[in-house]
């Protein structure tokens, strides 16, 4: 009969313990796709297309991409030649791009399409002395007005404004140019003289410069597009799809891993019991394949919490994990994503 209440006094303790592990918080579940190395699925069908297309064009052998190579050099296989040189490009050998698109276009120097292909890729990948080198080249064998203006662009963003002006005054003796797009196309080349990817030039000035030259062939568009980096729906410069990413494209991707991003946090409060709120900046480049490159932070304000740096060092890892459809042109893209928490 002693013995009862030790057994009571047993069971209470146990009964003690197991209601205080009860009442523990116990660690957030992650979502399915937290833990996983492999991108989340968007949603969208046509997006998850896009985004398969750059995933194949990694994965592509050596010999498959000279088979593509091959058939790209058929009439009529534009699509293919389009693939081949997204795949190079986005593996880092432009060179191998435009050499092969010169190769094309100097077969028939009076295809415009060949050529504005060769020089829409140049100055999509923002090789404003090779385009210059090209469109030099091209102005002995055609002297057209279109490579004059392109040749004074490219000699522009390349740092050559003398040279620049002369190819404008060739390009305006060549054919007419109206006084009010010859203004208009002066002044952009000198206010837009920057090397780098450039901001839509200003709508008005567009506009004078689209009506000039939107209905005199694709070289003269093509001047128009790379000079403002604007250009009308139903325009065609050449025959090569360029792919692209649109900003609710890009996004999309993005928020695609919504639910890690909000895991990060919940992981990074759990480990503390002091609350955590603020925010942080994600920055990284879209590389030519859709691939993040150099994701980091570029800002937080996590108020100095113990978790802070964890918890960057989680959004970072999900970033990474993205992928997206490939750019226009395989030209790397700067990309930026803001996340807030409250604390709770």
């Not at 057209?144 to 040279?163: E, M, P, Q, T, W």
């Not at 003796?173 to 002044?187: G, M, V, Y």
Request: with cysteine; hydrophobic share 40%.
């Amino acid at each position: 009969m002693q013995r009862l209440p030790v057994l009571l006094w047993i069971c209470a303790a146990l009964a003690a313990a197991t209601l205080s592990l009860s009442c523990t918080k116990k660690a957030p579940l992650p979502p399915t796709e937290f833990d996983s190395p492999q991108r989340a699925m968007t949603g969208d069908p046509s997006l998850e297309n896009r985004v398969s297309d750059g995933i194949v064009l990694e994965l592509m052998t050596e010999e498959e991409l000279v088979a593509l190579k091959e058939e790209g050099g058929k009439v009529g296989q534009s699509a293919a030649l389009s693939r081949y040189v997204a795949a190079r490009t986005g593996r880092g050998e432009v060179q191998e791009s435009i050499n092969t698109l010169m190769d094309r276009a100097w077969i028939n120097l009076g295809d415009e399409v060949a050529v504005a292909d060769l020089l829409d890729l140049t100055m999509g990948q923002l090789k404003w002395s090779a385009c210059a080198q090209i469109a030099t080249e091209l102005a002995q064998r055609r002297r057209d007005s279109a490579i004059f203006l392109i040749r004074a662009l490219c000699l522009r963003r390349s740092g050559d404004a003398v040279a620049a002006a002369e190819n404008v005054a060739a390009a305006e003796a060549q054919t007419n140019i109206s006084p009010d797009a010859l203004a208009t196309l002066r002044e952009l080349l000198d206010e837009r003289a920057s090397g780098n990817q450039l901001p839509p030039a200003d709508e008005d000035r567009y506009r004078v410069l689209r009506d000039e030259f939107g209905r005199s062939g694709p070289l003269y568009r093509l001047f128009v597009q790379h000079l403002t980096e604007r250009s009308e729906p139903g325009w065609t410069t050449g025959s090569l799809d360029w792919f692209g990413l649109r900003p609710d494209e890009e996004r999309g991707v993005v928020l695609s891993r919504s639910r890690s991003y909000r895991h990060c946090h919940a992981l990074a409060q759990h480990a503390s019991k002091a609350p955590l709120g603020g925010s942080a900046t994600i920055v990284w480049f879209i590389d030519g394949l859709g691939r993040v490159t150099n994701a980091q932070i570029s800002e937080s304000d996590w108020g100095g919490h113990e978790q802070g740096d964890w918890l960057n060092a989680c959004l970072v890892d999900q970033i990474n994990k993205l992928r997206f459809p490939v750019p226009k042109y395989g030209r790397y893209m700067p990309a930026r994503h803001k996340v807030a928490y409250s604390a709770n």
